[in-house]
């Protein structure tokens, strides 16, 4: 009775971290870094920076995100930030320069880029959830299937990534100082940007972890 019992239960796939392979470990690693990353990316306002000097003792610095931006009266005891998601900018009349609202029709690349940097940050997030799955469901471990769709959703999400990064960092410069001709203007690229660079390598590294667990099941299955 008991060796019955032993041979069922002997049968059942066995799931979890512990049954995973090293290159499936890796992978999970490498997702979650990414996606934290991506969300550090996604919530700061330090995608892009625009410096405007006034004539008088007061500038402006404002630090500009995918969702909002933080305008900063510059002045001799130091810069006074004021941080306003885009549908919600009322500036306290700390400034003598004019806010420059990146949102508005004239920059729709602008709107271009938040949704590319959307759907790239939804594949990492999605691609986690799948790889948690494939790990601890019964259902999906050893799915070819799951791990195409994995490696799938890593190439995409890195790609809609870069791509709204080059779209920034292009026009962020262009359009910025072209459109506001007549007024003083410095512009910066921040360290969000980067962030999303960094986000957009680790799903590619992710992604190639996903494809040499394929070889590894395929060669498996030509050894049966």
Same mark, same amino acid.
């Given at each position: ?12 796939? &066995? ?9 499936? &470990? ?7 870094? $990414? ?17 405007? #000097? ?8 404002? %630090? ?8 900063? $009266? ?36 602008? &709107?271009?880029?938040?949704? #590319? ?13 799948? =790889?948690?799955?494939?790990?601890? %469901?019964?259902?999906?471990?050893? %799915? ?8 799938? =959703? ?10 709204? #990064?080059?779209?920034? $960092? ?16 410095? #512009? ?8 999303? =660079? ?19 099941? %395929? ?6």
């Amino acid at each position: 009775m008991m060796d019955d019992i032993h041979g069922i239960y002997s049968g059942v796939e &066995k799931v979890g971290i512990r049954y995973t392979s090293k290159r499936i &470990k890796f992978g999970l690693v490498i997702l979650i870094i $990414a996606t934290l990353v991506d969300i550090l990316s996604f919530s700061t306002a330090a995608w892009g920076y625009i410096i405007q #000097v006034s004539k008088g003792p007061y500038s402006s610095d404002t %630090s500009y995100g995918l969702w909002h931006s933080c305008p900063g $009266a510059v002045m001799i005891t130091g810069t006074i930030w004021e941080c306003n998601s885009y549908y919600n900018i009322n500036p306290r009349g700390l400034f003598t320069v004019t806010y420059i609202d990146i949102t508005a029709d004239t920059h729709g690349w602008f &709107k271009v880029t938040q949704a #590319v940097e959307t759907l790239g940050f939804i594949g990492t997030v999605t691609a986690l959830l799948i =790889l948690l799955g494939y790990i601890f %469901s019964r259902s999906l471990h050893e %799915s070819k299937l799951a791990l195409l769709v994995l490696m799938l =959703l890593g190439f995409l999400s890195a790609g809609f990534i870069i791509l709204g #990064v080059i779209m920034f $960092a292009v026009m962020w410069d262009v359009d910025i100082l072209g459109t506001y001709v007549g007024i003083h203007l410095e #512009v910066h690229l921040g360290y969000s940007m980067v962030l999303a =660079l960094f986000a957009c390598a680790l799903d590619i590294v992710a992604a190639c972890a996903v494809i040499a667990e394929v070889r590894r099941i %395929s060669h498996d299955d030509d050894d049966l």
